[in-house]
């Protein structure tokens, strides 16, 4: 079956650069969630989507932005990057806003 | 404010030795709550989904339950390859918030 496909799966960038974090969501969802996961934590909450609209907003920074396009992949751009971004960022997607949802492998993003 | 709070923390038991690992929730508004398995540098995988109390679901050495205010997820008989963290999310009416998890360690 289809699983939730997230790219790049590693990203290596410097201080202040910016990155973009892809999300292709299991086919007919129409509900994308970011998480950030630090090491040994519990996954962040930062920002869904819902049919291609905004549909609830966590912990996200400013410097931090995202959509879901109109065939619902979503891109998670993140700019200004710091040290403490270094994380593992998790896209989940679900049929509707109150189902399961289905994470992808993750995209390690390290800064240096 | 919405909280998710599991525990323990850390359960370590012998292949065969049933526990039971709690997630208790203080949210406005519950819409589903979710058990999930990670293992390290994993996505979580999903186990079970919950929606009202009294519910409960089964799996394999796994069983779900839950109350109005947390979910017990109960342990069969563990084996060694069941050792991971196991996560619960709820479902408010403004996010997906997950618990910190327990992390299981099974011993042969």
């Known amino acids: 079956a289809a699983g939730v496909i997230q790219s790049p799966r590693h990203l290596i960038k410097e201080k202040r650069e910016t990155a973009t974090l892809k999300c292709y969501p299991i086919?007919?969802?129409?509900?994308v969630y970011w998480y950030q996961q630090g090491p040994g934590q519990d996954p962040q909450f930062l920002i869904s989507?819902?049919?291609?609209?905004?549909?609830d907003k966590g912990s996200i920074p400013d410097r931090f932005s995202a959509q879901q396009f109109s065939d619902y992949h979503s891109e998670l751009n993140m700019s200004s990057l710091e040290l403490g971004d270094s994380a593992l960022y998790f896209c989940?997607?679900?049929?509707?806003?109150?189902?399961?949802?289905?994470f992808g492998q993750g995209t390690r993003l390290t800064v240096v | 404010e919405d909280q998710v709070t599991q525990s323990p923390e850390a359960l370590r038991l012998q292949e065969g030795e049933s526990s039971s690992l709690n997630c208790s929730y203080t949210?406005?508004?519950?819409?589903?709550l979710f058990w999930y398995r990670q293992d390290p540098g994993k996505g979580p995988e999903f186990l079970f989904t919950?929606?009202?109390a009294g519910e409960e679901k089964e799996k394999e050495r796994l069983k779900a339950t839950l109350t109005k205010k947390e979910s017990f997820l109960h342990i069969t008989a563990p084996k060694p390859e069941d050792s991971a963290t196991y996560l619960c999310?709820?479902?408010?009416?403004?996010?997906?918030?997950f618990g910190a998890g327990t992390r299981l360690t099974v011993k042969p």
């Open positions: 989507f819902y049919e291609k609209m905004q549909s």
């Open positions: 989940a997607s679900s049929l509707g806003l109150n189902t399961e949802a289905f």
């Open positions: 949210v406005s508004g519950l819409r589903g």
């Open positions: 999310a709820v479902r408010t009416n403004n996010d997906m918030r």
């Open positions: 919950l929606y009202s």
């Open positions: 086919p007919r969802h129409d509900t």
